[in-house]
């Protein structure tokens, strides 16, 4: 069960997986993605942008709601392992930002 974001409390799930040729770093709640040659690479610029997305929304006082999208449901039958057939996943879980940085 995903719990509720809030700007001064939040985590993200994430799952970087491999398709045909390309790594894939998704942040499920945030919908957002980066794709590139190495899973290590593609994770470092996710949460990159995970963490100036909740920088900005801090900065710029944005409802929470902004933080608790609904995820792609591809996206989510990969998190619950339900996706057919089975990607190529590198690493997957839920990652605390204020581990990432002070955002």
């Known amino acids: 069960m995903k719990s509720k974001n809030a ?3 939040w985590a993200v799930r994430y799952i970087v997986f491999k398709e045909r040729d390309a790594w894939y770093a998704v942040a499920l ?7 590139g040659d190495d899973p290590r690479e593609v994770l470092l610029r996710l949460f990159e942008a995970v963490r100036g ?3 900005s929304a801090r900065k710029a006082k944005l409802s929470s709601d902004i933080l608790n999208q609904e995820p792609d449901p591809e996206y989510e039958a990969m998190w619950e392992g339900r996706k057919t057939p089975k990607p190529s996943i590198y690493t997957f879980g839920e990652q605390p930002l204020r581990a990432l940085a002070n955002v």
Request: proline share 0%; glycine share 0%; charged share 30%.
């Open 7 to 9: 700007l001064q409390k």
């Open 29 to 35: 709640e945030f919908n957002m993605v980066e794709s």
């Open 53 to 55: 997305y909740v920088r």
